[in-house]
């Protein structure tokens, strides 16, 4: 159902030192990363989505790809224990965003809706630059993506 080549569409990060140079260099946009493997389905999923509305938020957010195995870098120090995970930061912060789901750090599943993932990428930029370290999601996901926690 969903097109690998979608990832081909976004720019990787191919190292530690470019993931860090991405989220130093961005002054005013909100760099979102999404970290997993092209070839996992939940991640094609996702891509599309970032792929679908990378253009819309291009004045506000860019968005980069990091595959765990090449990169594992940031596994432990994010807890990278999903498929997939999209993390969102600003002026070299990580900025949380409180979903309902009991996970502020990060987005641990694949958004469906490019509408959903542009009213979140507009609330982080929108808190994080009053200075906010946390934003409430304009949606609750806590029906849908409850945080299972690593057993």
Not at 50 to 65: H, P
Not at 86 to 101: A, E, P, Q, S, V
Request: proline residues 3%; charged residues 25%; negative net charge.
């Amino acid at each position: 159902k969903f097109n690998y080549f979608m990832s081909y569409l976004l720019p990787h990060l191919n190292n530690g030192w470019e993931v860090d140079q991405a989220i130093l260099s961005e002054e005013d946009r909100v760099v979102i990363i999404r970290f997993g493997h092209d070839y996992d389905p939940q991640c094609m999923q996702m891509d599309e989505i970032l792929a679908g509305v990378a253009e819309d938020i291009v004045n506000f957010a860019v968005i980069y790809l990091v595959d765990i195995s090449q990169v594992p870098d940031f596994n432990t120090m994010y807890e990278l224990y999903d498929q997939c995970t999209t993390m969102f930061f600003y002026r070299n912060k990580h900025i949380m965003i409180d979903l309902g789901t009991g996970n502020n750090n990060k987005i641990n599943w694949a958004l469906n809706d490019k509408q959903e993932l542009i009213d979140i990428v507009e609330t982080v930029y929108r808190g994080a630059r009053k200075g906010r370290g946390l934003v409430i999601s304009p949606k609750d996901f806590s029906t849908k993506y409850k945080y299972q926690g690593s057993s």
